[in-house]
T-cell receptor
């Protein structure tokens, strides 16, 4: 158990809808990362937040947004969902914002868009 | 251009034999390099990382990796494979010269047979 929690575990929704995925980092960790894992795209880095501020940005679509709250939990919002958004979404956390920090991954949220 | 390449989709090895999972990268500057392992229906677990210093890095579960700057490689190795090592292995690189973007390889499935 990494100490990172993600809810929900599974999510099934329809195209065009909007969903919110939630992540609670390990106790004391200030950085949160979001990743998308799909069969065709592999594991893609989406975005990193550190203590509430955006730190690094990867291949995150404009339909997707994220934020980190004062209690350090983070939410990933996915809107205008398409079939291709079906994937496993992972959150990870690390202690600081250093590029070399070890990331600890949550169990993931499996999103299915029908 | 692919930033991280894992040329083998699958590696098969007999229990007790040494194993190597290959990784090459193509980011500029001095990247940070990581190996993660993913077991079925689980999040990624950190194995080891190279930040600076000794090119041979030792990590969890008896794994090690050697950073080779001239060959831009970071191959994962273990002297004696266990059946329980069977999993999906990901190499990752943090590009410190490109807004700290994080790139993962496509993954290599390691099968260790008894």
């Amino acid at each position: 158990d990494s100490g990172v929690t993600q809810t929900p575990k599974h999510l099934i929704t329809a195209t065009g809808q909007r969903v919110t995925l939630r992540c609670s980092p390990r106790s004391g960790d200030l950085s949160v990362y979001w990743y998308q894992q799909s069969l065709d795209q592999g594991l893609q880095f989406l975005i990193q937040y550190y203590n509430g501020e955006e730190r690094a940005k990867g291949n995150i679509l404009e339909r997707f947004s994220a934020q980190q709250f004062p209690d350090l939990h983070s939410e990933l919002n996915l809107s205008s969902l398409e079939l291709g958004d079906s994937a496993l979404y992972f959150c990870a956390s690390s202690a600081k914002m250093s590029s070399g920090d070890t990331q600890y991954f949550g169990p993931g949220t499996r999103l299915t868009v029908l | 251009a692919q930033s991280v390449a894992q040329p083998e989709d699958q590696v098969n090895v007999a229990e007790g034999n040494p194993l190597t999972v290959k990784c090459t990268y193509s980011v500029s500057g001095n990247p940070y390099l990581f190996w993660y392992v993913q077991y079925p229906n689980r999040g990624l677990q950190f194995l080891l990382k190279y930040i600076t210093g000794d090119n041979l890095v030792k990590g969890s579960y008896g794994f090690e990796a050697e950073f080779n700057k001239s060959q831009t490689s970071f191959h994962l190795k273990k002297p004696s494979a266990l059946v329980s090592d069977s999993a999906l292995y990901f190499c990752a690189v943090r590009d410190r010269d490109n807004f700290n973007k994080f790139y993962f390889g496509s993954g290599t499935k390691l099968n260790v047979k008894p």
